[in-house]
């Protein structure tokens, strides 16, 4: 089978297009026809080595996939083969075929879009467990999203809409504001590629209350960071919460009085923990997710497809930080 393979540490044009054995599920695992594979920005820090978690060498990237139960080991019993899944993987998705455990497996049904399976788990995942979980979003409440044009950013402002909240969405241009707002955001803030100065931060928190209104934000949702945290954290209302996704723009570094002054809280966000530590509370916040998918209120939106040979060339457009909403590699 072919798989894109990481054989050296380095940036997406290290990536190689190789023949693996295919491989054979075990005990209380899937083997899944990969259909698609969705790229996400940890998959750019992995090839890199510059994740948390480093995998022996060779290794195919590529975290959240979609397929066909194509065989099922000894001991498992939620699955069979012509079954539609979502696969959740640290690695090994950019490839033909890849054995799931079990419980990382996800049923879906099979009118829904291999392509947007791929793009789902995660992004709507994360946007659930931190708005409904850490975050307490209460009908009413306005929710300030940053990067609201990008994958985990389109998944919480539909997200929040669904929950009844009123979206305000922050974007690095008028496009990708658009395509917040046409996703469910009620109004936007078109934030300048880079802050270099204490004006314009200034300028930005005085944006950011302006559209959140007169109390400010109830809950912010982060996973840019950077200088854009900061300004963001001063237009939020008293015992907001401001919720830490990432940090794509760079790790903040926060005044610790401006917590104190707006009575709020910061709240680390951490999907894959929760994922591993609660699998059981995973899959019930996925079902949810799904029903709302069902109901057509959440709808991942695949801006760019990409073949198993164009895989390096999908994780270096997410890492340039060009990207708008998800990116998918086609396989099979």
Request: hydrophobic share 45%; glycine share 10%; aromatic share 6%.
């Amino acid at each position: 089978m072919k798989a894109v393979l990481s054989r050296d540490a380095g940036d997406p044009e290290t990536l190689v297009l190789a023949e693996l054995p295919e491989p054979v599920p075990g005990p209380k695992e899937v083997l899944v026809a990969v259909k698609a594979c969705g790229i996400n920005f940890p998959d750019a820090l992995l090839i890199q080595d510059k994740y948390q978690i480093r995998p022996p060498r060779p290794f195919a990237p590529g975290s959240e996939i979609s397929g066909v139960v194509a065989q099922v080991g000894a001991g498992v019993v939620r699955f069979q083969p012509g079954q539609h899944v979502i696969g959740r993987l640290g690695w090994g998705g950019l490839a033909e075929r890849v054995a799931v455990p079990e419980d990382r497996c996800i049923a879906i049904d099979a009118e829904m879009p291999f392509e947007q399976a791929a793009a789902f788990i995660f992004t709507y995942g994360t946007a659930h467990y931190a708005l409904v979980d850490r975050g307490e979003v209460m009908p009413g409440e306005t929710v300030l999203v940053l990067g609201a044009s990008g994958g985990v950013g389109i998944a919480a402002v539909q997200t929040a809409k669904a929950l009844g909240a009123r979206v305000i969405a922050a974007a690095s241009s008028a496009e990708r504001l658009a395509v917040a707002l046409a996703n469910g955001a009620e109004r936007g803030v078109v934030y300048p590629r880079s802050l270099d100065n204490k004006d314009a931060a200034r300028a930005l928190a005085a944006e950011f209350k302006e559209a959140c209104g007169a109390t400010g934000a109830d809950v912010v949702l982060d996973p840019v960071g950077g200088p854009y945290a900061e300004p963001a954290l001063r237009a939020m209302a008293r015992n907001g919460r401001y919720l830490v996704i990432g940090f794509t723009a760079g790790i903040p570094a926060i005044p610790l009085n401006l917590p104190l002054l707006k009575s709020c809280s910061v709240i680390g966000v951490d999907w894959g923990a929760f994922v591993r530590g609660d699998p059981a509370g995973a899959q019930t916040n996925a079902a949810s997710a799904l029903e709302l998918y069902r109901a057509g209120k959440l709808s991942p939106l695949v801006s760019e497809r990409f073949t198993l040979a164009e895989a390096p060339s999908a994780i270096a457009r997410l890492k340039s930080r060009t990207a708008i909403g998800k990116l998918v590699v086609m396989i099979g």
